[in-house]
């Protein structure tokens, strides 16, 4: 996941207008608050998308194995004793 958020920022943080950074710098504001003030609002949508389609797709490849155990699990522990088997026999 963590491969997928870093490419996306990446992409996102180089679309940021060269022009913008600029124009802090040559007023005189830092380099770190150009930073916080003008390029992480300006890339901030695209962060977040990036974030959320990294989730999504670590939840798409997640899910297979989910219903995978799941459908082991409901097939190895069925009724072990015959008061069990008794019993799942009443309720058919």
């Keep these: 996941m963590l491969p ?10 180089l679309l940021v207008p060269g022009s913008l950074r600029e124009a802090a710098l040559a007023l005189g504001a ?6 916080t003030r003008i390029v992480l609002p300006t890339a901030a949508p695209g962060l977040v998308t990036g974030s959320l389609l990294a989730v999504a797709r670590g ?3 997640t899910a297979p194995l989910l219903f995978t155990t ?3 699990f ?3 522990f069925g009724p072990r004793t015959a008061d ?7 309720l058919q």
């Design 30 to 35: 830092p380099r770190w608050r150009v930073v």
């Design 59 to 61: 939840m798409g490849e």
């Design 4 to 13: 997928v958020v870093t490419r996306s920022a990446e992409v996102v943080l």
């Design 74 to 76: 409901g097939l190895t």
């Design 84 to 90: 069990e088997c008794a019993a799942s026999a009443d």
């Design 70 to 72: 799941a459908g082991a």
